[in-house]
């Protein structure tokens, strides 16, 4: 089985930057598809950014110009840089991985991390 970790996430101002990460605990041998979503309370799961194994990258309307989604494949780690961070950026942003580990097609999800935006 595969499990994601997260971490990264914490509270900044306004137009700081962080960085998530994606911790995979084994190496997905396919990686179809690798993306990050948030929730905000009260709200909806909302896809943020999408990676595709053909090297593409698609991003929500709200973070395009200010998120970057990046993998690491030597460290089974998915990235998602965020920039000029904005109070609606604030939620817990899940990690989600789907591929094939050991011939096996799979969905995986991380626990969260919370990002808060706050001065």
């Known amino acids: 089985q595969v499990q994601l970790v997260e971490s990264g996430g914490g509270v900044v101002q306004p137009g700081g930057s962080l960085r998530l990460s994606c911790a995979m605990s084994r190496s997905i041998n396919i990686i179809i598809t690798m993306s990050w979503y948030r929730q905000a309370p009260g709200k909806e799961r909302e896809l943020v950014a999408t990676?595709?194994?053909?090297?593409?990258?698609d991003y929500a309307d709200s973070v395009k110009g200010r998120f970057t989604i990046s993998r690491d494949n030597a460290k089974n780690t998915v990235y998602l840089q965020m920039n000029n961070l904005k109070p609606e950026d604030t939620a817990v942003y899940y990690c989600?991985?789907?591929?094939?580990?050991?011939?096996?097609?799979?969905?995986?999800w991380g626990q969260g991390t919370q990002v808060t935006v706050s001065s």
């Open positions: 989600h991985v789907a591929g094939y580990y050991s011939g096996q097609y799979g969905v995986y």
């Open positions: 990676g595709t194994s053909g090297g593409t990258t």
